[in-house]
């Protein structure tokens, strides 16, 4: 079984920069993909980036494209979030998933973390 813990979460302002993390434990081979996902209020979950654990291939969603950048330390089997350039809208529930491929959609990940909440300020 795999457990994801997510941190890094919190409040500020727009244009400001956080860092999430999520440490994974369990076998590895149920982490070949990493993703994040965010789901605001009254909205469904939706993708943000993923990446497999070697960093090889990554995609992000269109909307955080140039702001955001997700990262691997295979050593600490752990990934990463950077949010950069941080806007209103962004303010969401952020989830970390693992899963065994990399893929855009929440099926496609197994495994979850408890999710971290970012609030970016007006």
């Known amino acids: 079984q795999v457990r994801l813990t997510e941190s890094g979460g919190g409040l500020v302002q727009a244009g400001g920069s956080l860092r999430l993390s999520c440490a994974a434990s369990g076998p590895t081979f149920f982490t070949y993909g990493m993703a994040w996902f965010r789901q605001a209020p009254g909205k469904e979950r939706e993708f943000v980036a993923a990446?497999?654990?070697?960093?090889?291939?990554?995609d992000y969603a269109d909307s955080v494209k140039g702001r955001f950048t997700i990262s691997t330390d295979n050593a600490k089997n752990t990934a990463y979030l950077q949010m950069n350039s941080l806007k209103p809208e962004d303010t969401a529930v952020y989830y970390c998933?693992?899963?065994?491929?990399?893929?855009?959609?929440?099926?496609?990940?197994?495994?979850w973390g408890q999710g971290t909440q970012v609030t970016v300020s007006s």
């Open positions: 990446t497999t654990r070697s960093g090889g291939i990554s």
């Open positions: 998933a693992a899963g065994t491929s990399v893929g855009k959609t929440p099926p496609e990940y197994r495994f």
